[in-house]
């Protein structure tokens, strides 16, 4: 491996340099996923306008539940030596694209608040970083 290679995997930003992180961080969101995914299937107790809001509320909770595990599980795999960048983009849009419903949903079709800022204001900015290394450290 030549310094560039490593310089370029190993760089202060990298995905390379976070991916033993951001892996645990997709295996958390896959098991939430899980859990809600069970709930789901027992009646979606948790699932209810008043949390969520109307907008996520109009479409089934597995729905949710089976698109945050899969994007988790594309992202995860994407993110093991060696880095798949296109897998890390795909999961990170779709992550991205459920968050930012996610967090429209609860703030502006009467969710409650503070989920909405866990949605919008931290795992939503996360992806959209996650996927923005992955474009632009493919494109180098």
């Not at 995997?9 to 976070?18: D, E, N, Q, V």
């Not at 890390?88 to 992550?95: F, N």
């Not at 909405?116 to 992955?134: D, E, K, N």
Request: overall charge neutral; some cysteine.
């Amino acid at each position: 491996m030549t310094v560039l290679e490593w310089t370029f995997r190993k760089g202060t930003h990298s995905l390379g340099r976070y991916a033993p992180l951001l892996c645990g961080m997709q295996i958390s969101l896959f098991i939430v996923g899980t859990i809600f995914w069970v709930d789901a299937m027992m009646g979606a107790r948790h699932f209810d306008p008043n949390t969520w809001g109307e907008f996520a509320y109009a479409f089934p909770a597995e729905m949710w539940a089976g698109w945050n595990m899969a994007a988790s599980a594309i992202t995860f795999v994407g993110l093991i030596d060696p880095i798949k960048r296109q897998m890390v983009i795909i999961g990170g849009t779709l992550h991205s694209l459920q968050f930012a419903l996610l967090a429209y949903s609860i703030t502006m079709t009467g969710g409650e608040i503070p989920v909405g800022l866990y949605s919008g204001a931290f795992f939503l900015p996360l992806h959209m970083w996650i996927t923005w290394r992955a474009v632009t450290d493919d494109t180098r």
